[in-house]
């Protein structure tokens, strides 16, 4: 049976190879480079987290998280080869990046829980974990990373991670606070998405 950091991550890291292949491809990259944006969007989150609690990275010692990667990257060769249009702004990469964003979330908290970190180490990790693999995409394309920028992108994972850490403490479950936490990080993102909301800027 897979348990709530199993199936989080397997999402998180199909979701994110997708969305970061398809905005390799938005950007005319050709198909390594569009395979190697995918697959440091899925992985660089996880390793962050992983490098931050002291252990070496899930995806440097099995090559479970690699072939999921993998998966997502050659999905996402099928749909741009189907679409075949300017895909940065298209739904088929929003809906994959605000599910990766929710799974790798609960993922950073379950960690940040197990590792017994603080309540802040908890949010941090989820938060980093959620945007991690983003920000790096966005460096590579010569971007200034979304997350310093653009809508409400991170705060949900930081919402996110606080609900996560205040279920376990009223007693939750982890593996059902985690679920919670994907769904209020996905819930936010997406009507965030709708609702184009925005945090001000001075």
Not at 98 to 116: D, E, P, S, Y
Not at 135 to 147: K, N, W
Not at 161 to 179: I, K
């Amino acid at each position: 049976m897979v348990d709530a950091f199993g199936a989080m991550n397997a999402i998180g890291l199909v979701a994110f190879a997708l969305a970061g292949s398809l905005k390799g491809a938005d950007a005319d990259l050709d198909l390594f480079g569009i395979a190697v944006l995918g697959m440091l969007t899925a992985l660089g989150g996880g390793i962050l987290r992983d490098t931050l609690v002291g252990r070496v990275p899930v995806a440097l010692r099995t090559t479970g998280d690699v072939a999921i990667a993998l998966a997502g990257v050659a999905l996402a060769l099928v749909l741009a080869r189907l679409l075949g249009s300017r895909l940065r702004t298209h739904a088929v990469v929003q809906l994959p990046d605000a599910v990766g964003l929710a799974a790798f979330a609960a993922t950073g908290a379950l960690v940040g829980v197990r590792a017994a970190l603080s309540p802040f180490g908890v949010v941090v990790l989820a938060t980093l974990t959620g945007v991690g693999g983003g920000s790096i995409a966005d460096l590579l394309l010569g971007r200034v990373p979304s997350v310093l920028h653009e809508d409400f992108y991170a705060t949900p994972a930081v919402l996110g991670g606080a609900t996560f850490w205040l279920a376990v403490r009223a007693g939750v479950a982890s593996g059902r606070a985690a679920f919670g936490c994907a769904i209020v990080v996905l819930g936010l993102r997406l009507l965030a998405l709708r609702y184009d909301w925005r945090l001000p800027t001075i």
